[in-house]
C-alpha cells in the first residue's frame, strides 16, 4: 500500500512522526546534560552534599521513565483505536507543555522542599507523554514506508534522539561558554527548556498536516479481522522479548550519550566543558551509524546488524572507559574512543524500530511497540544514572559503566539471537498474531 502513495504524503510522514522525538530527546538530553546545575537548585539544600544532590536529580530522572509504560499503555490504546495522528498531536501538546514548564519552576532557595516535588511531577508529565511518542512516531514512519525501507524510515527515528541530544549537548555547551558558572547556575539553565516551545508549535503545525497511515485505516475500515487477533498474553510475551532485544541499546546508549557528562565531572574530575564536548563527540558517532545501519538492515536483515552492534558494545565497553580514565592517553585516542561509544549503539538504533514495528499486527502496533521500548527504557536507561551514580558512591569502583554495559550487552545478545533472520522482507503484519516463540523459524512472514 506504501508503494502506491504520493511523495509528499510519505515524507510529511517521515518529518512529522520524527520532529516529536527530536523534542523528546533534546529535552532528556538537556536535563541529563545538566544534571549537576539541576541537582544543585532543586535537590542540594545548604550544607547538602553534592552527590547526594546528584543521585535525588538521577532519581527524578529515573522515575519519569518509570511513567513511560503507563503512558504507552494508555496513548497507544488511543492510537491502535482512534489514529496515529489525533494520538500524536495530544502527545505532542502535553510533551511541549511539560518541558517549558520546567524552564519557568520555582528552585529550592525560593519554595523550599516543594521544589524537588514540583520538579518531579513535571517529570511525570514528560514520562507519559514520552512514553505515547515513540509507538505511535515508529507506527507512522514504518507504515508509510515503501516495501524494502522500512529499516530506513524506522532509523529516522533513532536518528533523531540523536539530533535532540546533539541540539540538547550542543545548547549546553554554548550557555557553558559565554555565560559564566554563575550565570549559568542561576537562569541561564532555564533557557533551554523555553526552547522546547517555539520547537513544539512548528511540530504542532507538521502534525496537523499529517495523514492516517494507509495499514490503520484498512484495518480500521475492516468490519472483522482478517485473521486471529492477538490475545494479551501474547502481546505479553512478544513485548518481554522486544525489550530484551533493545535493552543493550537502551542502557549504553543513556550510559554513553547522556550520563557521561556527569560522571567525567563527578569521577574523573572533568570540567562542564570537556564532558560536553567529550558528549557531542560520542552522540555524532551515534547519529553517523543510525541510518547506513538501518538501510544495512534492509539489506541484509535486522538480526545481524543488531548482532554485531550488541557484541561490540559488550566486548569494547572496558576497553573504551580505560582509555578515557587513562590520564596519559592522546585527546585525539580519546574522541576517538567516545566516537566509537556512539557508533557501536547506532548499530543497534538504527535497525530497532522497524524490527518492533514487525514484531507486531497493526491493530496492537503502537500499544506493543511502545510498551517494549518504554519498559526496555524504563529499566535500563532511565535508571542508568542512578544506578551508576549510586554503585560508585557506594564501591568507589570507577569501573562501574563498563560492567552496566557489558552485562546489559550480553543479556540483549541472547534476545537478539532469537530474531528471524528474514522478517524484513515480508510486508508488516495485519491481523496475524504476534508469536515470539517462532521468531527463529526460517519461514516467509505472513502479510
Known amino acids: 500500500m506504501s508503494a502506491s502513495l504520493p511523495g509528499p504524503a510519505t515524507r510529511r510522514a517521515l518529518v512529522a512522526g520524527s520532529v516529536g522525538n527530536l523534542i523528546e530527546w533534546y529535552e532528556f538530553g538537556v536535563y541529563g546534560f545538566f ?11 545548604e550544607g547538602g552534599s553534592a552527590l547526594e544532590g546528584l543521585v535525588k536529580t538521577y532519581a527524578s530522572f529515573g522515575l519519569a521513565f518509570f511513567f513511560r509504560p503507563i503512558g504507552a ?23 511541549t507543555g511539560a518541558t517549558t514548564l520546567i524552564g519557568l519552576l520555582p528552585t529550592y532557595d525560593t519554595v523550599g522542599a516543594a521544589a524537588p516535588w514540583l520538579l518531579t ?3 511525570i508529565l514528560q514520562g507519559l507523554s514520552a512514553g505515547g511518542e515513540f509507538g505511535g512516531a515508529v507506527s507512522i514512519m514504518t507504515e508509510f514506508a515503501p516495501p524494502g525501507r522500512r529499516g530506513l524510515y ?63 485505516r484498512a484495518t480500521n475500515a475492516a468490519s472483522t479481522p482478517a485473521g486471529p487477533v492477538a490475545s494479551r498474553r501474547e502481546v505479553a510475551r512478544a513485548v518481554v522479548l522486544g525489550a530484551g532485544r533493545i535493552m543493550g541499546w537502551a542502557a549504553a546508549g543513556y550510559t554513553f550519550l547522556v ?17 560536553l564536548i567529550a558528549t557531542v563527540v560520542a552522540n555524532a558517532g551515534f547519529a553517523a551509524a543510525i541510518l547506513p545501519a538501518g538501510l544495512l538492515s534492509d539489506r541484509i ?11 561490540l558494545v559488550t566486548v569494547l565497553a572496558f576497553p573504551l572507559l580505560d582509555l578515557l580514565q587513562d590520564p596519559g592517553s592522546p585527546a585525539l585516542a580519546r574522541g576517538v574512543a567516545v566516537f566509537v561509544a556512539g557508533a557501536v549503539v547506532g548499530l543497534m538504533a538504527g535497525p530497532g524500530p522497524a524490527m518492533l514495528a514487525e514484531m507486531f499486527p497493526t491493530r496492537v502496533r503502537y500499544t506493543g511497540l511502545g510498551l517494549a521500548y518504554a519498559l526496555s527504557n524504563a529499566v535500563f536507561s532511565g535508571c542508568a544514572g542512578l544506578i551508576i551514580t549510586e554503585a ?13 554495559v557489558a552485562a546489559t550487552g550480553a543479556l540483549s545478545l541472547i534476545a537478539l539471537a532469537t530474531l528471524r533472520g528474514d522478517a524484513h522482507r515480508g510486508a508488516l503484519r495485519e491481523e496475524e ?13 505472513c502479510a
Not at 550520563?259 to 564532558?275: E, G, I, K, R
Not at 498474531?433 to 512472514?445: F, K, L, N, V
Open 392 to 404: 560508585i558512591k557506594r564501591t568507589g569502583e570507577a569501573d562501574i559503566p563498563a560492567y552496566y
Open 121 to 123: 511531577l513535571v517529570r
Open 35 to 45: 544534571a549537576t546545575v539541576i541537582a544543585a537548585n532543586f535537590f542540594t539544600p
Open 259 to 275: 550520563v557521561m557528562p556527569s560522571y567525567l565531572q563527578a569521577t574523573l574530575d572533568a570540567t562542564f566543558q570537556q564532558a
Open 301 to 311: 536483515g535486522r538480526r545481524p546488524v543488531m548482532l554485531t552492534g550488541a557484541a
Open 154 to 216: 524506522g532509523a529516522w527515528q533513532s536518528f533523531t534522539v540523536a539530533l535532540g541530544l546533539l541540539a540538547g549537548a550542543g545548547t549546553a555547551a554554548v550557555l557553558a561558554t559565554v555565560l559564566s558558572e554563575e550565570a549559568l547556575n542561576d537562569w541561564g539553565w532555564r533557557l533551554p527548556f523555553l526552547l522546547a516551545l517555539p520547537i513544539g508549535l512548528v511540530a504542532l503545525w507538521l502534525r496537523l498536516r499529517l495523514e492516517e497511515t494507509p495499514s490503520f
Open 433 to 445: 498474531r504476534p508469536t515470539p516463540r517462532d521468531e527463529t523459524e526460517e519461514e516467509t512472514p
Open 73 to 95: 499503555a494508555v496513548f497507544g490504546r488511543a492510537g491502535d483505536r482512534i489514529g496515529r495522528r489525533p494520538t500524536l498531536i495530544l502527545v505532542l501538546l502535553l510533551m
